[in-house]
């Protein structure tokens, strides 16, 4: 394989396991770049790409920002509060002023899920996806797969367990997508209010009990409670979500020696992880944030390069 079969990164279930293993095998040449004294190479000098964040972000925004701008290419960006949308211009004439201005890229982040998919029906321009309502968040899950195969070696049969607030969350949408493609078994658990039915139809096992979810698993990632997209009385209060479901050192006894624990982040720390878990010897919390940049350097070069 030597491109992929589209010009946007929309999700993860638009992608095939080549066209992942390809984006991994990129990742991998970039995050050498990284390291180097002087982090900056040319495939895309002369090229523009759009931040439009409709979102708080400081990670996805910041690591796409800083990928472009480590491949040479020029950077721009807005937030809604400092947009025309604030005086009532809808999403489609805010995209089609944008393209007017010939970017070659634009990395969205939306409330509304499917926002980015419709940018890419009515745009020229590549339309990549930072995070659409609670719907995917594609270079999330494939910065996920980068770390745990940098960790493990290897997909086929590791356990991963994803715990917490899976309704609202856009990162497990695209990781158990992502993790059961690449042939991981993917266990997830949390709140029976948090848990939708439609989860094995993904591939997921669902468990109840957080000590099965544990169980013998390899890797261990915890999702932030979305209380901004939460109907109310989903959840009693974060001291029972934490006591019930929050990850510290005595739950974590049952997990594999050589587990690995991971957060896509913001942590709410005391909720869904203790703090001596975040930055214990488990925790690979940071180079996921690392392998960010490194794969969304990869995704915008096999874009536009
Ligand atoms: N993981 C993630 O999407 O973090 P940000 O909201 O800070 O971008």
């Known amino acids: 394989m030597n491109s992929l079969n589209s010009s946007h990164i929309l999700g993860i279930s638009h992608l095939s396991p080549d066209e992942i293993e390809f984006i991994l095998r990129t990742a ?3 995050r050498e770049i990284l390291d180097r004294p002087i982090k900056k190479v040319p495939p895309l000098r002369g090229k523009t790409v ?21 491949l040479s290419a020029d950077t721009v960006g807005i937030s809604a509060s400092a947009s025309s949308v604030e005086k009532g211009e809808n999403l489609i004439d805010t995209a089609r002023n944008i ?27 590549s339309i990549i996806n930072a995070g659409d309502g609670m719907n995917e ?17 290897s997909f086929k049969g590791l356990k ?6 899976i309704a609202h969350s856009r990162v497990a949408h695209s990781d158990i997508m992502a993790f059961t493609r690449m042939g991981a078994e ?71 020696p050589d587990a690995i624990i991971m957060h896509p982040g913001p942590i709410n720390r005391g909720v869904e992880m203790a703090p001596e878990v975040a930055d214990g010897p488990w925790s690979v ?6 392998n960010g940049v490194a794969v969304r350097m990869a995704i915008l070069s096999l874009l536009l390069a």
Do not use: W
Request: net charge neutral; proline share 6%.
């Open 137 to 153: 968040h594609p270079s999330q899950a494939l910065l996920d797969l980068f770390t745990v195969r940098e960790a493990k070696g």
């Open 50 to 70: 759009v931040h439009v964040f409709f979102e708080p972000s400081t990670r996805t925004r910041l690591s796409f920002e800083l990928a472009a701008k480590r």
């Open 186 to 256: 993917v266990t997830v658990c949390g709140p029976a209010t948090l848990l939708p039915p439609y989860l094995e139809d993904l591939g997921a096992r669902v468990k109840f009990r957080l000590d099965d979810a544990l169980d013998g698993a390899d890797v261990v990632m915890a999702l932030r409670i979305q209380k901004e997209r939460q109907a109310r009385g989903l959840l009693p209060s974060n001291r029972e979500y934490s006591m019930t479901f929050g990850l510290n050192m005595e739950r974590l006894s049952g997990i594999a």
């Open 28 to 30: 991998e040449s970039m």
């Open 99 to 125: 393209q007017a201005m010939r970017p070659d890229a634009i990395v969205m982040r939306h409330p509304f899920s499917g926002a980015p998919h419709l940018l890419a029906r009515y745009l020229d321009t």
């Open 285 to 290: 919390i940071l180079d996921q944030v690392t």
């Open 160 to 165: 991963v367990a994803i715990i917490g607030d």
